[in-house]
Nanobody, 125 residues
Framework: QVQLVESGGGLVQAGGSLRLSCAAS????????MGWFRQAPGKERDVVAA????????YYTDSVKGRFTISRDNAKNEVYLQMNSLKPDDTAVYYC??????????????????WGQGTQVTVSS
């Protein structure tokens, strides 16, 4: 059983930056690909970025390419999402999720095994 705890959300003006962190415990972190999802009110939970267990491959949804960077530190059991040039459309609850490395399906939320509680990111215009 893996527990995930996000931190780093908050209120920021458009153009600003935030860094989200997700601390994992209770499992073998290296056995999991990690993803960041977000969900705005009335919308589905969509993938924002993902990273393989080794950190060698990353994925970004088109709307955040060039602005967001996902990374991980397997020694610390943590994954990060650096968010720059934030826009009001980035406002959402951001979730960290873990998917066992033998499972396919980076983009679909139902493929992920464990989820954090979420952290609110609000970008004001």
């Amino acid at each position: 059983q893996v527990q995930l705890v996000e931190s780093g959300g908050g209120l920021v003006q458009a153009g600003g930056s935030l860094r989200l962190s997700c601390a994992a415990s209770g499992g073998t972190f290296r056995q999991y690909h990690m993803g960041w999802f977000r969900q705005a009110p009335g919308k589905e939970r969509d993938v924002v970025a993902a990273i393989t267990w080794s950190g060698s491959i990353t994925y970004y949804t088109d709307s955040v390419k060039g602005r967001f960077t996902i990374s991980r530190d397997n020694a610390k059991n943590e994954v990060y999402l650096q968010m720059n040039s934030l826009k009001p459309d980035d406002t959402a609850v951001y979730y960290c999720a873990a998917r066992h490395y033998l499972k396919w399906g980076t983009l679909e939320a139902h493929n992920y095994d464990y989820w954090g509680q979420g952290t609110q990111v609000t970008v004001s215009s």
